[in-house]
């Protein structure tokens, strides 16, 4: 571990430290140092004086008036919006379901792939009985053979 | 619902199409919206339509908000930072099209932002200090104002901007230094100038 009077501290780290931002072990370090060592005290004392300068940087508020015209807007936009959804039928839906069904499926391939070899196994088993998937597709046959020993 | 649900209640009601909760939402949120957006386009009107244009986007994703990733506010800050650099973006190009059309060479440009530079913060003290940081913050870097704004104003900590800016923590760090100290040389050139 460094001691506190090993070396100055760098300005990254003094700014890190008067935002609060050290790690608790690096900011007591710092504070016995500060004690002691001029150089960068005086480099501290001009962060913390820049970072009260930028605190002082206020924004003008809009009216209350102005902030309700805004939402009666946004309102509006809002019942257009969400009385659109009632409006889309079944095919919005539909294409919504495969849309976050593949999402699903991009952010957890483990577990889709498992999904989708139990479906085949299943499907080849019992569901389909007179398009069985591995007289459709040759290559299906394997595969099948292939997930039955492994499940 | 009451006045003190949460975020998250809110967040359910909206998504289920109770306006009310969608209000509550606004009331709550839209002081630190603009103001952030404020500090990054720096004009009262366009902030404000900013704003809302991020609440519409707010409720149209809604959906997309992951409650276990990041906290509802800090999502909504990162939204509101991005859209507003967007529009910064946009005015800056407006901007610039217009002063290369009605300048010529060698003559005096002023930022393309001068009028919200220009306008009145006498209540503030410093405010020419104010004033010059304004001008800094302006000129930064995309991702160096995002962080700068999201870190000084909206108070996220370094590790939240990191994950929501989807970078190291140690760019975060360095981005929010060479912020500070791009603003750092100009009060001092400022000071010296006067």
């Excluded at chain 2, 003290?125 to 010059?132: H, I, L, Y």
Aim: hydrophobic share 40%; net charge neutral.
């Amino acid at each position: 571990m460094r001691r506190p009077e090993d070396r100055h501290y760098s300005e990254e780290e003094v700014l890190l430290f008067v935002m609060g931002d050290a790690a608790a072990e690096t900011g007591a370090e710092m504070s016995a140092h500060l004690e002691k060592c001029r150089e960068c005290r005086s480099v501290w004392e001009e962060y913390s004086a820049l970072v009260k300068s930028i605190g002082r940087w206020k924004i003008p508020s809009p009216s209350e008036e102005s902030w309700q015209g805004r939402k009666a807007t946004l309102l509006a936009q809002f019942r257009e919006d969400r009385d659109w959804v009632k409006r889309k039928g079944v095919f919005w839906y539909l294409r919504w379901s495969v849309v976050k069904t593949w999402d699903y499926a991009m952010e957890n391939p483990l577990p889709t792939m498992g999904y989708v070899a139990a479906a085949l196994a299943f499907a080849s088993e019992r569901t389909i009985t007179v398009f069985r998937l591995d007289w459709i597709l040759p290559a299906t046959g394997e595969v099948i053979k292939i997930l039955r020993q492994v499940l | 619902m009451t006045s003190a649900a949460s975020d998250e209640e809110l967040v359910e009601g909206t998504l289920g199409g109770d306006e009310h909760a969608f209000t509550q939402l606004f009331d709550r949120y839209r002081n630190p919206v603009y103001s952030t957006v404020y500090r990054i386009i720096q004009n009262t009107e366009e902030a404000q339509d900013a704003t809302q244009e991020i609440f519409i986007k707010l409720y149209r994703s809604l959906s997309v908000w992951k409650r276990e990733k990041a906290k509802f506010s800090t999502w909504l800050y990162r939204l509101a930072a991005n859209h507003a650099i967007d529009c910064w973006r946009a005015r800056r190009r407006r901007a610039e099209s217009q002063i290369s059309g009605e300048t010529g060479d060698g003559d005096f440009v002023e930022s393309p932002l001068g009028e919200a530079i220009r306008s009145p913060y006498q209540e503030v003290a410093g405010r020419e200090e104010v004033d010059e940081i304004r001008r800094c913050v302006d000129f930064l870097p995309e991702l160096q104002k995002r962080v700068f704004v999201l870190r000084y104003f909206n108070e996220l900590k370094l590790e939240e901007i990191a994950d929501l800016e989807e970078c190291s923590l140690g760019t975060v760090k360095t981005s929010l230094f060479r912020a500070t100290q791009t603003i750092r040389k100009a009060l001092r050139r400022y000071r010296g100038a006067r």
